[in-house]
């Protein structure tokens, strides 16, 4: 399910910089490692950045724990080239410091006392400044000869309940600073994540709480002003059952599934016997499967009333590694470029 006319991944105006959030067990951190990888095309470099110090990523990628640097980690088809960086509040504290004040040994007197731990525990505004501000920097950054570093960078970001409050950091720092470098670097954040270089995607399974909360969390970015990109439907199941059967699923069709399965060779349809005892589960299962089918429509047609773009994920039955990684990339390429 896509808007008509919608690009993502094909488009030379995309957003450089990708916020991917979700509710809780949805697979943003999935999500994002995918995206970041399907934007690493045709020679280009994206820097995927962890704000959460969960170190999903580097699992994900059967990588060693993220240090606070950026990290070579995949490469992608055609050359493409992904980087890694799991952001710490306390040592980005340290590199402001550095470059506003030039404190250099004098801040990491500080750390050793305790004081950058206190300030971002009690001030946490500052630390979603410093958390967005270094996900910024490396969106601007360029090279001697002018040109971008990094051609994308993705965010795995907070959980929708919280992505709001942490992107719009602006406001959570009106109250430390009004004037001084702090504020003029809350303003500078701002100013990439309110500007068509960011893009920020809700993930979402087809389930009624997920759903809800992404709804949810779309109408609180769009009231702070905050660039909404796409939805993304991960773990979607197949369906194996025609609408013919769909429909008469639940009804009691005991008999002529036990003839049917007597016919296959798996026992007489006699009672007691092997077809018959088969016929309860075979049944059970097929209702479990019309009404999974029902809600996730229901569902469906929740997310098209939002009027945003919208991708499916499909869920990889041997579980996620880095092979899976590359077959998410691959479709959401597929996906982006199609008609």
């Known amino acids: 399910m896509r808007a008509p006319g919608a690009e993502w991944l094909g488009s030379v105006d995309v957003s450089r910089l990708q916020v991917v959030s979700g509710k809780g067990g949805t697979g943003k951190t999935t999500v994002a490692a995918a995206l970041a990888l399907a934007l690493a095309r ?31 980690i995949a490469v992608a088809p055609g050359g493409g080239e992904v980087f890694a960086l799991a952001i710490d509040a306390e040592r980005a504290l340290l590199d402001y410091l550095q470059m506003f004040y ?168 006699r009672r007691g016997g092997l077809a018959e005892r088969l016929v309860e589960p075979l049944l059970a299962q097929a209702a479990e499967h019309a009404g999974r089918v029902e809600l996730e429509r229901a569902q469906r047609s929740v997310l098209a009333g939002l009027d945003l773009p919208t991708y499916e994920l499909p869920l990889l039955g041997a579980g996620m590694d880095l092979a899976g990684l590359y077959e998410l990339a691959k479709e959401l390429r597929k996906q982006s470029v199609a008609e």
Not at 42 to 51: I, N, S
Not at 115 to 124: E, G, L, S
Not at 160 to 179: H, Q, S, W
Not at 234 to 255: I, Q
């Open 42 to 72: 045709e020679g280009r470099r994206t820097l995927l950045v962890e704000v959460e110090g969960r170190q999903g990523l580097a699992q994900l990628f059967g990588a060693e724990a993220l240090p606070y640097e950026e990290r070579k």
């Open 102 to 269: 030039k404190l250099g040994s004098a801040g990491r007197a500080l750390k050793k006392l305790g004081a950058i731990d206190f300030a971002t525990t009690i001030a946490p505004g500052l630390r979603d400044v410093l958390l967005t501000g270094k996900a910024c920097e490396a969106v601007r950054r360029k090279d001697k000869a002018g040109q971008y570093v990094y051609d994308h960078v993705v965010m795995d970001a907070p959980p929708t309940g919280r992505i709001t409050r942490f992107l719009n950091v602006n406001d959570e720092v009106a109250g430390l600073a009004r004037f001084g470098p702090i504020h003029n670097q809350a303003q500078a954040v701002m100013k990439v994540l309110k500007s068509p270089e960011t893009a920020v995607h809700l993930v979402t399974l087809l389930e009624e709480m997920p759903v809800q909360e992404t709804a949810d969390g779309i109408a609180e970015l769009r009231e702070a002003g905050l660039p909404v990109g796409r939805v993304v439907v991960n773990m979607v199941r197949p369906h194996h059952l025609d609408e013919d059967t769909l429909r008469t699923a639940a009804e009691d069709h005991r008999a002529g599934v036990a003839k049917a399965l007597s016919r296959a060779g798996l026992g007489g349809a």
